[in-house]
């Protein structure tokens, strides 16, 4: 019982993270519908970056880093989006996808090159000690693990409010909803566009430093990530913000029960050595029955 | 000071090889309803597409409205100028309420309190967006959507209207309110409008003055009574 318990809880602080990512990917799929593959890429140079301001260079406080990481990474963001993908028809696709895996190659090698591939230690937010958890009926629920699922709530709580309660918010509405229309209103649509971008760059930073702690620091720590964000994003709607909450923790869970028990089971076994395959057979199946996802929205239209 | 709202000279458009409209002009006076008559094809989108400055492939001419030239001005700042566009298709926001369509529409407005008194002002003109204030605007039906798109037009408070087939898809006696909405408006609040339709019958009923399209260019104008009694449009767009 308190394993489950335990597996639960590390599956949601898990999943958190992944949730914190796949709303990045929402934020640009709404602007843009575009799937942005460089997303777990740029978020794991902002946890770079992180690592910069709270080790290697400077020793600041570590929220204080992880601030200054996050709005670099909004800067750095913005610049991709103006420089890479604007001048490119957004109604074409293909070209606009490609030149985001693009992104994400450029991106892994030049954090290789700087930092290199040699996995680091990184500080967590939170206390990160032994001994820093809550017992829970037997589970241990760590302080991080808590920090991770309160930060995902915050940043949920953010973006939500931004987008209903704030004449921005309405703007990116619109122009996900209706591009032409919304020039035609006179919303500056470029504008809206970096905006995606920024708040993308800078949430997805922030679901690096939380899980570079855990996951050790590297260029192509991000790249599973991504792979759970997006079936967390696809299973809860590619353009619902609390359908990628929600699908990201899922696909948390579903990892941590999956892996956890169905590998104590000996024709299952060889599945603790591939641990992207339920959330690839997630996506699968989400893609396969409901494209929408769980809380997307369909196309309304009557003519 | 001219008594034309809109003056287009020598409009050109293309899409690709094609040639849309070819050396167009066009003269709205302040105050009236004008309406662009023609058939499938003849270029009456594209002609107001490009006098907002929508995509449209190549164009060029002159475009000025109340005395200001905004061939060269961007989509986003047409509204800044006074020009309001209800494109084909309605172009609401379908995901968003009605609310937020309207907002949208006063989206260039900085007086808070005005923009709440235009809201209220097009609920008690249509009531039935009231009621749906709430509701997604992609589920309104295509009448209602119509409303929408015209007041959510009205709330920037343009001193040009210009309406793209506002009676595509919808129900003969639906469009017939919707006409006589348009006269209203133009009565009570003096916004000059465009119109572009395919509905000769009642756009001429609203319309001071009317301008026929065939294939990209202009081949007969005039006050709208005079075309309205002329036998070739009987022939042609009235079904007589």
């Known amino acids: ?303 | 000071m001219s008594d034309l709202m809109l003056e287009v000279r020598n409009l050109q458009a293309s899409y690709g090889q094609v040639d849309v409209i070819r050396g167009l002009d066009l003269e709205v006076k302040k105050g009236e309803v004008c309406v662009i008559l023609g058939a499938n094809g003849a270029g009456k989108t594209t002609t107001l597409r490009s006098i907002s400055n929508m995509p449209v492939v190549n164009s060029s001419g002159t475009v000025i409205v109340d005395g200001v030239d905004i061939s060269k001005t961007d989509p986003g700042e047409i509204v800044n100028k006074g020009v309001a566009h209800v494109p084909q298709g309605r172009g609401t926001f379908p995901e968003l309420s009605v609310l937020d369509n309207l907002h949208l529409g006063g989206y260039i407005r900085k007086d808070r309190k005005g923009i709440e008194d235009d809201v209220q002002r097009w609920f008690d003109y249509f009531p039935v967006l009231g009621e749906r204030r709430e509701q997604a605007a992609g589920s309104l039906s295509g009448g209602e959507q119509q409303m929408l798109a015209v007041s959510r037009a009205l709330m920037s408070r343009p001193k040009l209207l210009l309406l793209d087939e506002p009676s595509l898809g919808l129900a003969p006696i639906i469009i017939e309110n919707l006409f006589k909405t348009f006269a209203e408006i133009n009565q009570e609040n003096g916004t000059t409008m465009l119109v572009v339709e395919q509905n000769a019958n009642l756009a001429l009923n609203i319309a001071e003055s009317a301008y026929v399209l065939e294939t990209g260019a202009i081949t007969m104008s005039g006050p709208a009574a005079d075309l309205k009694d002329n036998p070739a449009i009987q022939e042609a767009y009235l079904g007589a």
């Open chain 1, 1 to 303: 019982m308190d394993l489950l318990l335990q597996r639960i809880i590390d599956g949601l602080s898990n999943g958190a993270i992944y949730a914190v990512v796949a709303i990045a990917l929402v934020l640009i799929f709404k602007a843009t519908t575009l799937v942005n593959f460089a997303q777990g890429e740029l978020a794991m140079f902002g946890g770079f970056l992180f690592y910069v301001f709270a080790v290697q260079a400077y020793e600041l406080p570590l929220l204080v880093a992880a601030f200054i990481a996050m709005v670099l990474s909004a800067l750095l963001g913005v610049t991709v989006e103006r420089v890479l993908v604007r001048p490119f028809d957004p109604q074409d696709h293909l070209p606009v996808v490609l030149i985001t895996l693009g992104i994400f190659y450029i991106v892994n090698a030049v954090a290789g090159d700087i930092w290199n591939y040699e996995p680091r230690a990184v500080p967590s937010l939170f206390p990160n000690n032994f001994d820093d958890f809550i017992s829970i009926g037997g589970a241990r629920l760590f302080y991080d693990s808590l920090g991770i699922l309160v930060s995902l709530g915050l940043m949920y709580l953010v973006v939500y409010l931004i987008l209903n309660k704030t004449k921005m918010g309405l703007a990116f509405r619109a122009v996900s909803s209706n591009t032409e229309s919304s020039r035609l209103v006179g919303i500056r649509v470029g504008r809206i566009l970096s905006f995606g971008w920024a708040a993308a760059c800078a949430f997805g930073t922030l679901g690096a430093v939380l899980v570079a702690p855990r996951l050790l620091l590297s260029p192509n720590m991000m790249a599973p990530v991504l792979v759970y964000a997006l079936a967390g994003a696809a299973f809860g709607g590619l353009d619902s913000i609390g359908g990628a909450a929600i699908g990201g923790l899922v696909v948390g869970l579903l990892n941590s029960l999956v892996l956890g028990y169905l590998t104590d089971i000996d024709a299952f076994s060889s599945f603790r050595a591939t641990p992207l395959l339920p959330p690839m057979l997630l996506l699968l199946t989400v893609l396969w029955f409901k494209p929408s996802g769980m809380f997307g929205t369909k196309q309304i239209e009557r003519v």
